[in-house]
Nanobody, 126 residues
Framework: QVQLVESGGGLVQAGGSLRLSCAGS????????TGWFRQAPGKEREFVGA????????VYADSVKGRFTISRDNAKNTVYLQMNSLKAEDTAVYYC???????????????????WGQGTQVTVSS
């Protein structure tokens, strides 16, 4: 498994932007497809978006499409989540996760991912 550490969370006003980072270590990060998930208090963990290990394929949840962008820099072993036009309902703990087996059709499945970070809090004030 690869070890993952998220950073970049914080408090932002509605309409603002944040960029989260997910740093991977312990294995060859470029061999892993990476997803972003979030969990708000009292709610289930939900899919935000994912990127293939090469960075060619990306998939997003409808709720963030057009506002969030996932990218990766394999030379830095890091995946990014750029979040623009943030809304109060984006408030959650954001997690990155990694898997070696992945298709765009399966990317939303929590069970697919076997490595998880500790999460970073994003709070959007309205």
């Amino acid at each position: 498994q690869v070890q993952l550490v998220e950073s970049g969370g914080g408090l932002v006003q509605a309409g603002g932007s944040l960029r989260l980072s997910c740093a991977g270590s312990g294995r060859t990060f470029s061999n892993y497809h990476t997803g972003w998930f979030r969990q708000a208090p009292g709610k289930e963990r939900e899919f935000v978006g994912a990127i293939s290990r090469s960075g060619v394929s990306r998939v997003y949840a409808d709720s963030v499409k057009g506002r969030f962008t996932i990218s990766r820099d394999n030379a830095k072993n890091t995946v990014y989540l750029q979040m623009n036009s943030l809304k109060a309902e984006d408030t959650a703990v954001y997690y990155c996760a990694a898997t070696r087996t992945w298709t765009t059709a399966e990317a939303m499945a929590v069970i697919l991912y076997d490595s998880w970070g500790q999460g970073t809090q994003v709070t959007v004030s309205s």
